[in-house]
């Protein structure tokens, strides 16, 4: 894919992108997070829409330039177009973006008003390889329920996208897309449970997940005391798929 | 509400919004529609958004212009941003554009790209007063098994906009904002069975909508035969609120 962080007027006006990446670290649901260079300010990343490409494709490409990643779990949630949301911001945010390097070209171009579409995408944590756009000099996985006062409406939008992820995590086994190939039940219900915010019983969601028939099991986990080790599963697409569409 | 269907330029380019109006006539569910004029070309009523108007508050002003309803159920559910959905779209449709009697001016204006914003309304149909805009010459109800080749993407737009209403017929109690204020649960059943597009068990409907304690029972509907006649309901609103915020 073309890298297009510049901002060089090849772009839809007074629209962009905003992806909520979610990543499953340490028992945790955590969100991808940039600051803006030589500030304190934390943002989603986002982009533009090129003037010739598709919104989705906009969206895709924005996440492979910050993680690397293709072909992952990406979908459209809202659209956010108050006025309020952002009209005046790059004023307010001079300093900012003067800090930041900003130049006064693309100052004047986000001084637009912008209506923003929101996608969130579901990532295999362990495989992202960050990288910053030129106006960013940090990145982190912030804890869903920790995340500071971000730029913009950026706060709003993560509360959206999360209670989309939490309405879709039955009908459209979003969860699995946080996980690696291979998973014990343990794991798989912690990734539950962090979405959901909120614990389960142990005994009932196993039966539940069993019943759905869309796991396969595989050999246990090596762990060293051989006759306790959990069993590993695996997501079979095909029956996953099955489910799917029955469910929606 | 400022009747703002005239191009003038006080709007944000590249973005429109379209409206798939929801109604429930004659056991049916129908959407409403307009005809280009001098045209045999059908699409969903849409329109722009304003350079100083919320996103959200330009869609309840083009309900409000189409159909004289204000508050009423309007649900954002996606935003089409394929390149291909109206690219080209003016110049292979310039014998339509001058036969509606389009300037200009209003042609070049719209033969930019445009990213829509969907949104879907539930209205009860015998209040909508339906007042055309000056580019169409007709209106109609259509069965959303029935409708024809529309304008551009709508269709899509449509059945998209369809599935999320199948979507939230459990969560959001969205099925009785087609309804009159008080309805029998025959009548209930038939706005189920006509967003679900599929017939349902007349005892397990019954027991299932009485189970949410969501309904209260007045005054039995006057019939005649005055022992058959079944029993008139309304929603409970405070008991809707809350089995909402239980469900979502």
Redesign the interface.
Not at 93 to 100: G, K, T
Not at 105 to 131: C, P
Not at 173 to 189: G, H, R, V, Y
């Given at each position: 894919m073309p890298n297009r962080d510049v901002l060089n007027g090849d772009w839809?006006?007074?629209?962009s992108v905003d992806c909520v990446i979610f990543g499953f670290q340490e028992n945790h649901l955590k969100v991808l997070l940039l600051k803006f260079r030589n500030n304190e300010v934390w943002s989603l990343p986002g982009g533009f829409?090129g003037?010739?490409?598709?919104?989705?494709d906009?969206a895709k490409r924005i996440l492979w330039q910050r993680t690397g990643l293709e072909n992952i779990y990406l979908q459209?949630f809202?659209?956010f177009?108050?006025?309020k949301r952002n009209i005046g911001a790059i004023e307010k945010h001079e300093e900012i973006n003067l800090a930041m390097g900003r130049s006064l070209e693309d100052m004047k171009w986000l001084s637009h008003?912008y209506?923003t579409?929101g996608y969130y995408a579901l990532v295999e944590y362990s495989k992202v390889k960050v990288t910053l756009n030129d106006i960013s000099d940090d990145s982190a996985w912030m804890d869903v329920s920790k995340i500071p006062a971000l730029f913009l409406d950026h706060n709003a939008i993560v509360a959206k996208g999360l209670?989309h992820l939490r309405?879709s995590i039955d009908?459209k086994l979003a969860a699995f897309n946080l996980l690696p190939e291979t998973f014990t039940m343990s794991e798989l219900q912690q990734v539950y449970e962090t979405i959901l915010g909120k614990e389960l019983v142990r005994t009932n969601f196993q039966r539940k997940m069993l019943s759905l028939d869309i796991l396969e099991r595989i050999e246990k986990k090596y762990t060293g005391g051989a006759h306790k080790a959990p069993y590993l599963y695996r997501l079979d697409k095909k029956k996953a798929e099955a489910f799917m569409s029955s469910a929606?």
């Amino acid at each position: 894919m073309p890298n297009r962080d510049v901002l060089n007027g090849d772009w839809l006006p007074n629209i962009s992108v905003d992806c909520v990446i979610f990543g499953f670290q340490e028992n945790h649901l955590k969100v991808l997070l940039l600051k803006f260079r030589n500030n304190e300010v934390w943002s989603l990343p986002g982009g533009f829409i090129g003037n010739e490409e598709d919104a989705d494709d906009a969206a895709k490409r924005i996440l492979w330039q910050r993680t690397g990643l293709e072909n992952i779990y990406l979908q459209q949630f809202h659209t956010f177009g108050d006025l309020k949301r952002n009209i005046g911001a790059i004023e307010k945010h001079e300093e900012i973006n003067l800090a930041m390097g900003r130049s006064l070209e693309d100052m004047k171009w986000l001084s637009h008003r912008y209506i923003t579409i929101g996608y969130y995408a579901l990532v295999e944590y362990s495989k992202v390889k960050v990288t910053l756009n030129d106006i960013s000099d940090d990145s982190a996985w912030m804890d869903v329920s920790k995340i500071p006062a971000l730029f913009l409406d950026h706060n709003a939008i993560v509360a959206k996208g999360l209670a989309h992820l939490r309405a879709s995590i039955d009908t459209k086994l979003a969860a699995f897309n946080l996980l690696p190939e291979t998973f014990t039940m343990s794991e798989l219900q912690q990734v539950y449970e962090t979405i959901l915010g909120k614990e389960l019983v142990r005994t009932n969601f196993q039966r539940k997940m069993l019943s759905l028939d869309i796991l396969e099991r595989i050999e246990k986990k090596y762990t060293g005391g051989a006759h306790k080790a959990p069993y590993l599963y695996r997501l079979d697409k095909k029956k996953a798929e099955a489910f799917m569409s029955s469910a929606s």
